[in-house]
C-alpha cells in the first residue's frame, strides 16, 4: 500500500521489475560500513559521487509480474530506463541500493543470485557491507537453504551497499540500447543534460 501510495503521489517511480525513488545516501550509514572500507567509501562520495545526493534509490516492485522470481534481463532494463531518466535530471547523482540480495554472505548460500551485483562490479560501481539484516527483511523467505543454514548457525544475514555513480551508470545504458522499449527513440547519450564528469 505505501508503494502504491508513492507511485501515486509521483515520488516513487515503476521501472518493471523494480522501482526508484529520488534520495540520497543516508548520512548515518557511514557508521555502518566497516572502518576499513570507509576510506574508499568518502573518496567515491567526494569524487565520483560528489557528495550524498540527490540519487536514485532502486527498490523491488512489490507489484512486480512474476512474484518471488528475480529476472537479469528484467532487471537490467529496468536500471536501463532509471538512466534514461537520469540522463534528463543533470541534478541525479547516481544509485544507490541496499539489501540483503546484494551481499556476497547472500550468495555464499544462494549463489544463482550473484548475477544481481554482476552489472555494478562489472561497470563501475561498488559494492559496501553495512552488517547484519534484520531477518523479518524477507532473506529467509521461499529459501530453504537460508532458512536451514541460519538454524544450523552457518548463515548470518547481512546488508549490502551499492553506489553506481551517474557516470558509469550512463556509460553502461549508452553501451546496451538492446533494453530499450522504443528502439526507434534516440540514442542515449553519455554527455546528456550535463552528465557529471
Not at 527483511?137 to 551497499?161: C, I, M, N, W
Amino acid at each position: 500500500f505505501v508503494a502504491m501510495g508513492r507511485i501515486a503521489t509521483l515520488s516513487r517511480f515503476p521501472a518493471g521489475q523494480l522501482d526508484w525513488e529520488v534520495s540520497g545516501l543516508p548520512r548515518s550509514w557511514l557508521f555502518r560500513v566497516p572502518l576499513a572500507q570507509l576510506p574508499r567509501l568518502i573518496a567515491l562520495l567526494a569524487w565520483e559521487l560528489r557528495g550524498f545526493g540527490p540519487t536514485y534509490f532502486s527498490h523491488i516492485n512489490p507489484n512486480r509480474r512474476n512474484q518471488g522470481i528475480l529476472l537479469e534481463r528484467e532487471s537490467l532494463r529496468a536500471y536501463h530506463r532509471m538512466a534514461r531518466s537520469m540522463a534528463l535530471q543533470p541534478e541525479i547523482r547516481g544509485l544507490i541500493t541496499a539489501s540483503w540480495l546484494h551481499s556476497p554472505a547472500t550468495f555464499a548460500i544462494s549463489p544463482h543470485l550473484k548475477w544481481l551485483n554482476d552489472v555494478f562490479l562489472q561497470n563501475g560501481g561498488h559494492v559496501f557491507p553495512l552488517g547484519p539484516a534484520d531477518v523479518e527483511s524477507g532473506v529467509l523467505h521461499r529459501s530453504p537453504e537460508r532458512q536451514q543454514a541460519y538454524a544450523d548457525g552457518t548463515f548470518k544475514p547481512t546488508e549490502a551497499l551499492i553506489v553506481w555513480p551517474r557516470k558509469a551508470m550512463l556509460a553502461w545504458a549508452s553501451t546496451h540500447e538492446e533494453f530499450r522499449d522504443d528502439r526507434s527513440a534516440r540514442p542515449l547519450k553519455l554527455a546528456a543534460q550535463g552528465a557529471h564528469p
